[in-house]
């Protein structure tokens, strides 16, 4: 009985709510990450800004994140992955009102390099938290829990096309999801698993040396997956309006078949993992994504676009899942590496394609993604399962 009144962040929820908890956090990133690349088009209207203007502000995001893993791994091992949850998933919200409330590109360069230094965070300390639940538990979860994140993505794509339709006003929008950010975060945060003894999270004292082998091929094999989730999320609602000529609220429908995509795939991907292996899955989704990405850019069109974000959502969703699980046996220092590298490449694939996109188009913009599902393809053929 005194347990359920104890300080809420020594206290162990139950398995079963802790995985909730776990899985609450991973949708309320999804939501956050969902709802700015969602009004992308109405920031850049906003704010007077060219598709080269969005390429910084998202490589802002991207810095942000480049810079987090020296204060990711300190943070980690004062706090523990349960505070950092707390702190991280508290900030975000507060972030995307700031962004809503811009009043200038330098302004919103700011945030987003906080935003990246946020997500950084919160990545690693989900993931961390991820793994002591699977531990605990017994049962295999991370494919499910990063359906969450798409399914957060997902909503937040959903709530976009509402406001588009109800208001055209980014803060108002912005504002009324950070609430439900902060209600969400609230919740969680009370119900994380007890952080393990600090010697089993000490990823700071801990000598991080630059991976080389299978681990290299890791890393890049996250770094490829997450490229492409990012690009996805970024920049499929500019692509459908600038290319096809949709209208705002039409354009969302790209995030939204590419994140239902990702969801339902990713909510039977420890199915299919245990059926046919990661290694095929990463092979045969590359071929997946690949190929359907690129024929839709060379037909052209809405309809084409939607099947080729389909096609892309069900080639990828197993890599971040499987690769975490990979680098999570390695150990602490490994997961640490392969989150904060996801972190990067969700955020540093949107600026390329912008800049490719300054000096051609979209299209091509969106041909580096297909470089990017080659490299998941090749990684797969050389990490060590």
Same mark, same amino acid.
């Given at each position: 009985m005194l347990a359920n009144c104890a300080d809420?962040?020594?206290?162990?929820?139950?398995?079963?709510? =802790?995985?909730?908890?776990?899985?609450?956090?991973?949708?309320?990133?999804?939501?956050?990450?969902? =709802?700015?690349?969602?009004?992308?088009?109405?920031?850049?209207?906003m704010l007077g800004l060219s598709n080269a203007d969005i390429s910084y502000l998202l490589l802002a995001s991207g810095l942000g994140s480049v810079f987090s893993f020296p204060i990711t791994a300190t943070l980690l091992h004062k706090?523990?992955?349960?505070?950092?949850?707390?702190l991280a998933s508290a900030l975000l919200p507060l972030l995307l009102i700031a962004l809503g409330y811009s009043p200038s590109y330098g302004f919103a360069l700011v945030v987003m390099v906080l935003e990246g230094l946020a997500v950084s965070c919160l990545n690693v300390a989900m993931?961390?938290?991820?793994?002591?639940?699977?531990?605990?538990?017994?049962?295999?979860?991370? =494919?499910?829990?990063?359906a969450t994140f798409s399914l957060g993505t997902l909503a937040a794509a959903g709530i976009a096309y509402g406001f588009t339709n109800f208001t055209a006003s980014v803060p108002l929008h912005f504002c009324a999801v950070a609430l439900l950010m902060w209600l969400a975060a609230g919740w969680a945060g009370r119900h994380l698993v007890a952080d393990p003894p600090r010697n089993e999270v000490d990823v700071a004292r801990q000598p991080f040396s630059?991976?080389?082998?299978?681990?290299?091929?890791?890393?890049?094999?996250?770094?490829?997956?997450t490229i492409v989730e990012g690009s996805m999320s970024d920049w499929t609602a500019l692509y459908l309006k600038e290319r096809t000529g949709a209208s705002d609220a039409m354009a969302t429908w790209g995030l939204g078949c590419f994140s239902v995509t990702m969801s339902l795939s990713r909510w039977f991907g420890d199915l299919a993992r245990t059926r046919f292996g990661p290694r095929a899955l990463l092979l045969y989704g590359g071929v997946i994504a690949g190929g359907g990405l690129g024929a839709a850019v060379l037909m052209g069109g809405f309809v084409p676009g939607l099947l080729g974000f389909i096609?892309?959502?069900?080639?990828?969703?197993?890599?971040?899942?499987?690769?975490?699980?990979?680098?999570?046996?390695?150990?602490?220092?490994?997961?640490?590496?392969?989150?904060?590298?996801? =972190?990067?490449g969700?955020?540093?694939?949107?600026?390329?394609?912008?800049?490719i996109a300054h000096h051609s188009h979209l299209g091509w913009g969106l041909g580096f993604v297909a470089v990017s599902v080659a490299l998941i393809a090749y990684a797969a053929t050389r990490i060590d399962w």
């Amino acid at each position: 009985m005194l347990a359920n009144c104890a300080d809420p962040m020594t206290a162990s929820p139950s398995s079963a709510t =802790s995985r909730y908890a776990v899985a609450a956090l991973f949708l309320l990133l999804g939501v956050n990450y969902g =709802s700015w690349a969602a009004r992308m088009p109405a920031l850049k209207t906003m704010l007077g800004l060219s598709n080269a203007d969005i390429s910084y502000l998202l490589l802002a995001s991207g810095l942000g994140s480049v810079f987090s893993f020296p204060i990711t791994a300190t943070l980690l091992h004062k706090l523990g992955p349960r505070r950092l949850c707390w702190l991280a998933s508290a900030l975000l919200p507060l972030l995307l009102i700031a962004l809503g409330y811009s009043p200038s590109y330098g302004f919103a360069l700011v945030v987003m390099v906080l935003e990246g230094l946020a997500v950084s965070c919160l990545n690693v300390a989900m993931n961390a938290q991820a793994v002591t639940v699977e531990l605990q538990g017994g049962k295999a979860i991370m =494919s499910r829990l990063h359906a969450t994140f798409s399914l957060g993505t997902l909503a937040a794509a959903g709530i976009a096309y509402g406001f588009t339709n109800f208001t055209a006003s980014v803060p108002l929008h912005f504002c009324a999801v950070a609430l439900l950010m902060w209600l969400a975060a609230g919740w969680a945060g009370r119900h994380l698993v007890a952080d393990p003894p600090r010697n089993e999270v000490d990823v700071a004292r801990q000598p991080f040396s630059v991976p080389t082998g299978a681990a290299l091929w890791l890393v890049l094999g996250v770094f490829g997956g997450t490229i492409v989730e990012g690009s996805m999320s970024d920049w499929t609602a500019l692509y459908l309006k600038e290319r096809t000529g949709a209208s705002d609220a039409m354009a969302t429908w790209g995030l939204g078949c590419f994140s239902v995509t990702m969801s339902l795939s990713r909510w039977f991907g420890d199915l299919a993992r245990t059926r046919f292996g990661p290694r095929a899955l990463l092979l045969y989704g590359g071929v997946i994504a690949g190929g359907g990405l690129g024929a839709a850019v060379l037909m052209g069109g809405f309809v084409p676009g939607l099947l080729g974000f389909i096609a892309v959502g069900l080639g990828v969703a197993a890599v971040s899942p499987c690769l975490y699980q990979v680098a999570a046996r390695q150990g602490p220092v490994a997961l640490a590496a392969a989150t904060t590298t996801g =972190s990067l490449g969700l955020l540093v694939g949107p600026p390329i394609i912008g800049f490719i996109a300054h000096h051609s188009h979209l299209g091509w913009g969106l041909g580096f993604v297909a470089v990017s599902v080659a490299l998941i393809a090749y990684a797969a053929t050389r990490i060590d399962w």
